[in-house]
């Protein structure tokens, strides 16, 4: 379920930008303040698992003590830890074998069984903390910032479904963007959930210190339930910035349905979208099924959003053009803009 924090080293190293880095050092400052979601805490088991977030490679892996993150590089000659393997509740390195505990400490120097081990031999390790199945980094030390809530997962209520994490080729701003556009719809999503209704009608956004809250209440029917189609669907998304939606689907009978959608920055060109399904009704019908649908549309939104040019979000407003429609996505650029972010996710 939820578990505290990795403590740190003391003393904490300052975040430091990443080789190869794809975004300014000023934006990448920014967002390396806040947590993302880099795995499924299932998806690490009895060997070590790489992942990249904001263009840091890291290793997680797993002892007796939890989870633990650590940037990808052997403190010995620099060869990636995931290459290596889990001995005894150590990660040891593919190259010369050199283990390392859960805190990143150098153990043991198989060359050298007896010698002293160099202080130095030490990984560094960032804050990790596991947090609705998922495993969250922030690669800034020093933040007081916090995993946005998710209180269905935990509540009886709901049925919880992890869809697997897909791999989009796409700025995580322009992704979130889009789970959180009510205008596509019908032209998107017309083969998935989405009957004709093109037309937006009025909705409400306000900007809250997490971010956003936008309430739309809309005619979207659902074309493999013709039934469905004259039902009024209200959504209810709340947006944390950067990357992360949860958004309540209130269905009229059944009840709620909830989607925390939460992007991973691998790159400012590539992101790891990571969806948690909640849902108050339908317990019984078959997860796949489910999981399958939701590949779908995040398929059909995929295909748009790895074209879209520029690949960043903007979020210089007088860039693109706004419509009535468009209200989330600019209140969602404004709120970017008060974090510091530049113009771009790029330089
Ligand atoms: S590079 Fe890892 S043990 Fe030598
Ligand atoms: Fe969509």
Redesign the pocket.
Known sequence: MSAPATPLPDPSPAPALPRHCTFSPSDWAVLATFWHPVARVADIADQPVAVRLLDQEIVLYRTSTGLTAAADL??????P?SL?RLREGRLA??????CYDAAGRCTA?PAHPDAPIPAKLHLRVFRSAERYGLLWVCLDPHSSREIPPFPEFADPAFQVISIPPLRWAAAAGRQLESFCDVAHFAFVHENTFAAAHPVVPRYHVEPAPHGLRADFTSHVGNVSDPSAAARVWRRVYELHVPFVAHLTVHFPEQGRFVILNAGCPRSARQTDVFAIVAREFDHDRPVEETIAFQQRVYAEDQAIVERQNPEDLPIDLAEEVHVRADLTSVVYRRQLATLGLGRTFTA
């Open positions: 052997c403190a010995h000659r620099g060869a830890l290596g390195c593919a190259y010369h074998g050199y120097i």
